[in-house]
């Protein structure tokens, strides 16, 4: 009988103190996960004194963490704003439709979910086998601009994370030439609402460690058929290996897209380059023409491309 009992202290030692492990870490998530939000909504304005934020609540990871920070921010916020979650039912095939509205009313949030058959008229206007990704954004961008103005929202949140913003600015640049990415804040194309991403700083590794610790009612994104937009996902692919290899890399990316210097780019509209001319005055911020790189992009420019390529 003492050989069980000491055979079995041991053990549950090693689970009282994985459980505490687990405990903090997921303390200090939150924690990480508030603070990004917090300092992404200040540094951009997002959010102001009696704001009504439209959250679009898609049913995937990425928007249940945003709604779920945005009200833990609410609680203690400096200031006054109210939520209200969205969801867009689009009618595909299998949605479990029951599944928001249940999760919304529990959590206590004021919501609305909006019936809308867009897959039909996607179906019908996309021949088969092509995306429908493309049709099915406008047509729900339309929609929801029209319910937060039936709703009197000031602010359209959307739940796209740093990997997002990283993922469309090489995007942009490897298929169409542009240096362009997800901006944390914008005015719609009707320029009648404002559009934010709180989770502008937030890496897409730390909302699926909280969706997993949240439990949410996690729904697919494939119920339409629509196959994943293949650039996008060798693109995602090729940032993981970027982490995984070379930790820091990504988060050095994010920061570059806040640290832009026009005259050091090939964009006249945006310098003057055609109006330079010498000015005798030295500047400590100019540019060290002759001075050697201090870094060797060059080696890694071929895998790069091997990963985005395939």
Known sequence: M??????EAPAAADATANSLKIERETHKLEKRLCRQVGQAIVDYNMIEEGDKVMVCVSGGKDSYALLDILLKLKARAPIHFDIVAVNLDQKQPGFPEEVLPRYLSDLGVDFHIENQDTYSIVKRVIPEGKTTCGLCSRLRRGILYRVADELGATKVALGHHRD?????????MFFAGKLKSMPPKLVSDDGKHVVIRPLAYVAEKDTVRWAQHREFPIIPCTLCGSQENLQRKQVGEMLREWDKKYPGRVENMFTALQNVVPSHLLDGT?????????????????D???DPPSFDLLSQAPAALRIVQG
């Open 288 to 290: 060290k023409a002759f």
């Open 270 to 286: 945006q310098h003057d380059f055609k109006g330079l001319k010498a000015t005798g005055v030295a500047d400590d911020d100019g």
């Open 164 to 172: 997002d913003m990283l993922q469309t600015f090489f995007l942009n």
């Open 2 to 7: 003492n050989a069980v009992w000491i055979d």
